[in-house]
């Protein structure tokens, strides 16, 4: 079985300061990893994955994850962040063998201060 | 292209009482799932369709909950009776033929809450 654990539920930052949302999981087989995103009133939105190849992903609004095999972690960061990027973040894994799941964790809510 | 589509986005219904939740995938779209979010927790899978056929529905809380995708197309789940604890949000997802999880795309989901 899978798990993922997000060990903030809230993350405040001010604006224009960084910010890293942590993301630990539990396999017993190899996984696909996602950072899925939900913004005020929206649905969820795919921001990132690690497939294969080189452990540091990128989004397209500067967000980057970086895949630790050792410390099963998935850490979410972004160097500076806009008041745009108040949302809940979603760390999620899938197992290579049966992919028709998504495991989510509990979700980190990033809210940014002016 | 129409994304995922969800109706309704928010429903509020009495203990004991039936509501069907609709979802409509991106055209073309073979794989189906519906997840579920309760009170703030983790998003749970639920079910997950191969066009019309059920190919894996182990995340379904009990045998109040009813998933159908006639047709192939549009998908529907229907929770009948609601108890309290069916409080939540339902997303609805697809994805194309042989990208399974890695391309799924999620609709805005539907609010239900459980009075």
């Known amino acids: 079985a899978q798990s993922v654990t997000q060990l903030d539920s809230q993350v405040p930052v001010f604006e224009e300061a960084p910010v890293e949302l942590r993301c630990n999981y539990s396999s017993s087989v190899s996984v696909y990893l996602f950072w899925y995103v939900q913004y005020p009133n929206q649905g969820l939105q795919l921001l990132l994955k690690y497939l294969s190849g080189s452990t540091l992903v990128k989004s397209i609004n500067g967000f980057e994850a970086e895949f630790n095999k050792s410390q099963t972690s998935f850490h979410l960061r972004k160097p500076s962040v806009h008041i745009s990027d108040t949302a809940e973040y979603f760390c999620a894994v899938s197992p290579y063998s049966s992919a028709s799941k998504i495991i989510f964790g509990s979700g980190t809510r990033l809210s940014i201060r002016p | 292209e129409a994304g995922v589509t969800q109706f309704p986005s928010h429903s509020v219904i009495e203990k004991g009482q039936t509501v069907t939740l609709r979802c409509d995938p991106i055209s073309g779209h073979d794989n189906l799932y519906w997840y579920r979010r309760v009170m703030g927790k983790e998003i749970k899978f639920l079910l997950h369709?191969?066009?019309?056929?059920?190919?894996?529905e182990s995340g379904m809380p009990n045998n109040r909950f009813l998933a159908e995708r006639t047709g192939g197309t549009y998908s529907t789940l229907k929770v009948q009776p609601a108890e309290l604890e069916d409080s939540g949000v339902y997303f609805c997802?697809?994805?194309?033929?042989?990208?399974?999880?890695?391309?799924?795309?999620f609709g805005q989901g539907t609010r239900l809450t459980v009075v």
């Open positions: 369709f191969v066009k019309e056929s059920k190919q894996d």
């Open positions: 997802a697809s994805s194309p033929v042989g990208r399974l999880n890695t391309e799924a795309f």
